[in-house]
């Protein structure tokens, strides 16, 4: 046996045995998660089942939104062609397992990073795309303006979400007593909400927006401006492929900085001759980053040629040019008043 053969016989152990205690499938890493997506010929994606804004399916099958056009960043950074990607639609109880058992490449499903989830799961979170926070939606009728009002409410969670637990310890925090309707699915429990069975729907300020939209009367129903909690989103990955993870942390970086330095799916194609060091450098004219990853060195424009940069991206499915029209809030720059922060790409 050879030194390097010997080598990789030491990495491969080590690597099943860190998928051992981590409870995860070694064989993902082993092959390479970005070799196993360019051999398919396209990524596999986990979106939720349906949320206004982040991840909607239309009546010809096609998706959109705010975590689909992450995925579509991403197969734009690998193929140079953003429809390669398979979108597969996963409830909140399903969805880590699946990641984990490999039926997809990446977790884009308005998920919150914690602690639990990824030194538990064994999972990595590859940054925030969006700072979100829990909050309360009740029918006007219920006559309340803060969440400090809803002492005994009745109140409607999803299973297997940060919610459930946030709720409980809101409560408990505030000496007050509520009863928990909890429910498997997110139209479940919206169906719940509407049909009177609780008077308090609680999710993340942007998912309360979304599910509004899809009552009979959005106008009856009121969303109270208490934030309970943080709820930092973002894409997911497994924590058996550190070279997949920083390819997905990358592209969410690179949509951030192509916002800050100007660079948008409008005027990508000038990025090619501009003068300036850091445009040069996304654009992949110097320092090699897209070798490093694994990619070619224009990965980072043809991500944002295939989807624009953050600002686009969150206009189109939740700002001003959506539907729901939330605020950009703390998901501004920093450089603007808000906290959207990446690292430099250089």
């Known amino acids: 046996m050879t030194v390097n053969a010997a080598k990789v016989d030491i990495r491969w152990a080590l690597a099943c045995l860190v998928a051992l205690v981590l409870g995860v499938s070694a064989l993902p890493a082993a092959a390479g998660t970005l070799e196993t997506v360019k051999q398919r010929g396209v990524l596999q994606c986990g979106v939720s089942e349906g949320l206004f804004g982040f991840s909607e399916r239309n009546g010809q099958g096609e998706w959109s939104g705010f975590d689909v056009d992450f995925c579509r960043a991403v197969a734009g950074a690998i193929f140079d062609d953003r429809t390669k990607v398979s979108f597969v639609p996963l409830s909140a109880g399903e969805r880590f397992d699946a990641l ?126 208490d934030v309970i909690s943080k709820e930092p989103l973002g894409p997911v990955t497994r924590a058996d492929d550190f070279a997949w993870f920083t390819i997905v942390k990358w592209v969410n970086f690179a949509l951030v900085n192509a916002e800050e330095i100007g660079i948008s799916s409008r005027n990508a194609d000038e990025a090619a001759t501009s003068a300036k060091p850091d445009v040069r450098r996304f654009a992949g004219l110097e320092g090699s980053f897209g070798k490093m990853l694994g990619l070619d060195d224009t990965w980072a424009l043809r991500a944002v040629r ?32 808000g906290i959207l922060y990446a690292p430099p790409l250089r």
Request: hydrophobic residues 40%.
């Open 100 to 225: 984990r058992a490999g039926r997809v490449d990446l977790l884009s499903r308005n998920s919150t990073w914690t602690l639990e989830r990824e030194a538990g799961l064994g999972l990595a979170f590859a940054g925030i795309t969006y700072h979100d926070g829990q909050g309360f939606m009740i029918m006007r009728d219920l006559n309340a303006t803060s969440a400090l009002e809803l002492d005994r409410a009745r109140v409607c969670v999803e299973t297997g979400t940060t919610s459930q637990l946030n709720l409980a310890d809101f409560f408990r925090a505030n000496s007050m007593t509520f009863e928990e309707r909890a429910f498997p699915t997110a139209s479940e429990t919206l169906n719940a909400f509407q049909s009177g069975q609780c008077n308090v729907l609680t999710r993340d300020h942007s998912a309360l927006y979304a599910e509004r939209l899809k009552l009979p009367r959005p106008g009856d129903a009121i969303i109270l401006p």
């Open 306 to 337: 295939a989807v624009g940069n953050y600002a686009e991206i969150y206009e189109r499915n939740l700002g001003v040019d959506s539907r729901l029209g939330i605020p950009r809030g703390l998901n501004q720059l920093w450089s603007m008043g």
